[in-house]
């Protein structure tokens, strides 16, 4: 039993992480129809941004904020210099330069930093922190983390003016633009925020996977698959999508170590998550398209 509640508790820690690229991807499709296949890369170089004012001699969450304000300028620079002029530009052109976005990151964050492993600091300490014997004192911070940021978005989104103009601007343009929303900015500061969102993840999960410039390739499949279990146009099923994921690949794991334990026959384990996870995705898809708390959207012809 509590070996069970051990890998409840590690899958809400990597679910924390999945919901945050998840919300980032879901940020970007539900503003622009578009996934962006760089958000995981950007979130590491935004890492790698935070460990390097951490090597001149920044306290963590000096660095930590500076690297996610930095990230908001970088996705806003990004939609506004290398996006915009594509507005009207087929899909496939749009994909192309996502993927090159993807490649450029990591590129220069290999050849600024180089492809060496790195250590990377937790800020949270090793005692009197956590609940021993089931979450660790870092897994049990990225939780408190993420759920402080993904609140924050929350009212921000629901309660604030610029929020509700963003919103807006991403669910009916046309209409945001007649009672004086300036939707290209909104959709600037969606990348903004998006690129913040992520950074959150590539630095809570830094310390977990090590600093290097592939650390994100898996965590953003995961995030994939979240957003569109919980809906790729619904933010808080992205998010909800994100802690199921979470808990599900660590259950499977478990399962199939008990079940080697009792049966002596290796059916699944560690290796095999991420098969599992994308599996649930197929089937959830293929039963539901629109994911677990997405809307249906029919359109007429």
């Known amino acids: 039993m509590e070996q069970f509640l051990q890998q409840m508790a590690s899958g809400l820690a990597n679910g924390a992480i999945y919901a945050c690229v998840a919300l980032a991807l879901v940020m970007i499709f539900v503003s622009t129809d578009h996934i962006n296949f760089a958000q995981g890369e950007m979130a590491m170089f935004s890492t790698y941004l935070s460990w390097q004012l951490m090597t001149w001699g920044a306290n963590f969450w000096v660095a930590f904020v500076a690297a996610v304000l930095l990230s908001f300028v970088l996705g806003v620079v990004i939609e506004r210099v290398v996006l915009r002029p594509l507005h009207t530009a087929p899909v496939l052109s749009i994909v192309v330069v996502f993927i090159?976005?993807?490649?450029?990151?990591n590129s220069?964050?290999?050849?600024?930093?180089?492809?060496?492993?790195?250590?990377?600091?937790?800020?949270?300490p090793k005692t009197d922190f956590g609940i021993p014997g089931l979450i660790g004192p870092h897994?049990?911070?990225?939780v408190v983390i993420t759920l402080l940021v993904l609140t924050a978005l929350f009212v921000f989104f629901r309660y604030t003016p610029l929020g509700?103009?963003?919103r807006a601007a991403a669910q009916n343009?046309?209409?945001?633009r007649l009672v004086g929303v300036r939707v290209d900015w909104m959709l600037a500061l969606g990348w903004g925020?998006?690129?913040?969102?992520?950074a959150v993840a590539g630095i809570m999960v830094a310390h977990i996977v090590y600093l290097d410039p592939n650390m994100m390739g898996g965590i953003l499949l995961y995030?994939?698959?979240?957003?569109l279990v919980g809906g790729i146009s619904n933010p808080g099923g992205a998010v909800a999508g994100g802690f199921i994921v979470g808990v599900l690949e660590n259950l499977v794991a478990y399962l199939g170590s008990q079940l080697e334990k009792t049966t002596g026959v290796y059916i699944i384990g560690n290796g095999e998550k991420l098969t599992v996870a994308l599996i649930i995705v197929i089937f959830v898809l293929t039963v539901k398209p629109a994911g677990l708390f997405g809307r249906v959207v029919v359109k007429r012809v």
């Open 139 to 142: 897994q049990l911070g990225v």
């Open 100 to 105: 090159g976005l993807l490649a450029i990151c």
């Open 164 to 166: 509700l103009a963003m």
């Open 193 to 198: 925020l998006a690129a913040a969102v992520g």
């Open 223 to 227: 995030a994939f698959a979240s957003a």
């Open 108 to 124: 220069v964050a290999g050849a600024i930093w180089s492809y060496l492993l790195k250590e990377f600091p937790s800020p949270f």
């Open 173 to 176: 343009p046309q209409m945001a």
